[in-house]
């Protein structure tokens, strides 16, 4: 059993609700060894491609940049949950 | 593009272990300020029943970044980042943070870091995951917060800075660069860009006499030891004189 939850329902349902052809996958560190498992239910439950994204993901904070431009239609971004940024602190 | 968060919450059980029940009896602390990492933070049920029976008052809020009551960020940082009032800040014995790693409580600390020792609050944590107590103090971080001082000495006398800007949009922060830059007309400023903060380019640009942060507000503490020339971040580098002056 893993220590964190995957909430792969959850993904894979927004995959579909989104009716998403592309999606990519950010996992912080500690999870990263699990995104073949993520990557292989999105693959079988859903017809989208999935994207491994490789950097860092330090926080809400930090989301992959120039996704649009590779026409990605849904991020899933795991261990973090809506990011209030402060102006100037 | 579209966009979904998932927690990742902890698989186990979220409880207390003895060792920190003993602990918060041991201290006699009757009002605490609870907190968690996201994972932890939406499973404090167990947790709260605990210190109901231990006759412990919690006190918690949503934090100014969070989306959530109860949760902390590593970038909750700063004085006034719980959002708590005085009052309630004034009421709490310690910080109790449910979680594992030094990072999220170490926020607990660093936002301590101008108040006099008498109204300092320890932070204990309670590990759910190896069901363990550990306690973070301000003693670990003592030589960074030491070599902060000496880089906000050296802001307020440097001629020529390099304020560091991420392209990031959840951290960006060019305007308030800007700002700062008018607040001290006698300085050059100079304006760098970057996604993550290449440590490895800063001798390139050895005009530089000290760095201010704008990212990740844990830059100008945890890597602090990066900056050979120094670091402060933005938000103390617009009252660095008052910092200075209270810094532990």
Redesign the interface.
């Known amino acids: ?7 792969l329902e ?2 894979i349902e ?1 995959i579909k609700e ?1 009716d ?1 052809k592309i999606v990519c996958i950010q996992l ?1 560190d500690g ?1 990263k060894p699990q995104a073949k498992e993520v990557a292989d239910a999105i693959k079988t439950e859903t017809n989208a491609k999935v994207l491994i994204w490789l ?2 993901n ?6 992959p ?1 120039g ?2 431009r590779l026409k ?18 | ?12 059980e979220v409880k207390l272990c003895k060792e920190t029940l003993n602990y918060l009896a041991k201290k006699s602390y009757k009002t605490i300020g609870l907190y968690a990492s ?2 932890f933070s939406n499973n404090l049920d167990k947790v709260k029943k605990q210190l109901k029976k231990a006759s412990v008052k919690i006190i918690t809020s949503k934090a ?5 009551k109860g ?1 902390i ?3 909750d940082s ?1 004085h006034n980042s719980l959002n708590l009032p005085d009052n309630k800040l004034a009421e709490i014995d310690c910080y109790l943070y449910i979680g594992d790693g030094r990072f999220h409580p170490l926020a607990l600390i660093y936002r301590q870091k101008s108040l006099a020792k008498k109204n300092f609050k320890e932070v204990i944590c309670n590990d759910p ?1 190896d069901n363990q107590l550990f306690l973070v103090d301000f003693d670990s971080v003592r030589g960074i917060t030491t070599k902060y001082k000496s880089s906000l000495m050296k802001f307020l006398t440097a001629e020529n800075i390099g304020i560091i800007n991420t ?5 960006e ?1 060019l ?2 660069s800007y ?1 700062l830059e008018e607040k001290y007309p006698d300085k050059n400023f100079y304006h760098f860009l970057d ?2 903060v290449s440590f490895d380019q800063l001798e390139n640009f050895p005009f530089i006499e000290v760095w201010v942060n704008t990212a ?2 844990r830059i100008g503490f945890d890597d602090q030891e990066k900056f050979a020339k120094g670091i402060i ?3 103390d580098a617009f009252k660095a004189e008052k910092i200075l002056q209270t810094i532990n």
Request: proline fraction near 5%; aromatic fraction near 10%; charge should be positive.
């Open positions: 059993m893993s220590l964190y939850k995957l909430e959850s993904a927004k989104e998403a912080p999870m950097g860092t330090f926080g809400a904070c930090d989301i940049l996704l649009n990605v239609d849904l991020l899933i971004s795991w261990g973090h949950n809506f990011f209030h940024k402060e102006k100037g602190w | 593009m579209k966009l979904l968060f998932l927690d990742a919450p902890y698989n186990g996201i994972q100014k970044r969070t989306h959530s949760q960020l590593g970038c700063y995951i392209v990031k949009p959840g951290q922060q305007s308030t700002i996604d993550n990740c507000p971040n933005i938000n």
